[in-house]
């Protein structure tokens, strides 16, 4: 079955650019859509497609997919943004998801 | 305003089953597939399956063949997460979660809040 991995944290200054990787096989081949979860909450997606921002979410949140990785970046972090981020594509009918990033901003 | 209401929480011993269930309001329910996933306390989100809120049919995750059953009730706009042979493994908080498509892929839009498990003897 199809996997994709995530690093389980990621450390970022206020202000900073975070990077959060998803890596699959060839994953630049398929959708990929990335999803925020904060303690407490049921989670939100802040990309789709790769790339798409859905209304609401703020401009600093983008996302890429090439060869065997997809990476979500969030410019200029806020505290707000400290969440856990999850990585979601498909394998056929069936959803993927990544083990999650514990982004912290310090 | 999409809504997805979730029953309330749940105990169960282990062997027992468990249903939860997911009313959908906002839109046309029969219009979207509807998922549901779950999270384990303290790890990540894990994926058991989704229904064709039209069609009936169904795919299930791998690790959960057999022991999960997604139903729905069209007339009242209701889906349905029955697991059994429950074990303490199975303790998390269930999520349903409203699937869109758009060219080229489909996301998971709209989430409940989640249905709290407690499988303990």
């Known amino acids: 079955s199809y996997e994709v991995t995530q690093p389980p944290s990621v450390s970022v200054s206020p202000g900073q650019t975070a990077t959060i990787s998803c890596s699959g096989d060839q994953l630049g081949y398929k959708a990929v859509s990335w999803y925020q979860q904060k303690p407490g909450q049921s989670p939100v997606v802040v990309i789709y497609m790769d790339t798409k921002r859905p209304s609401g979410i703020p401009e600093r949140f983008s996302g890429s997919n090439s060869g065997d990785t997809a990476t979500l970046t969030i410019t200029g972090t806020q505290a707000m943004d400290e969440a856990d981020y999850y990585c979601q594509t498909w394998d056929s009918s069936t959803v993927v998801l990544g083990g999650g990033t514990k982004l912290t901003v310090l | 305003q999409v809504q997805l209401v979730q029953s309330g929480p749940e105990v169960r011993k282990p062997g027992a089953s468990l249903k939860v269930s997911c009313k959908a309001s906002?839109?046309?329910?029969?219009?979207?597939?509807t998922h549901w996933l779950r999270q384990a306390p303290g790890q990540g989100l894990q994926w058991m399956g989704r229904i064709d809120s039209y069609g009936g049919g169904t795919t299930y995750g791998q690790r959960f063949q057999g022991r999960v059953t997604i139903t729905r009730d069209t007339s009242i706009g209701t889906a349905y997460m029955e697991l059994s042979g429950l074990t303490s493994d199975d303790t998390a908080v269930y999520y349903c979660?409203?699937?869109?498509?758009?060219?080229?892929?489909?996301?998971?839009?709209?989430w409940g809040l989640g249905t709290l498990v407690t499988v303990s003897s």
């Open positions: 906002g839109y046309t329910f029969s219009d979207h597939y």
């Open positions: 979660a409203r699937q869109v498509c758009t060219v080229g892929t489909c996301y998971l839009d709209y």
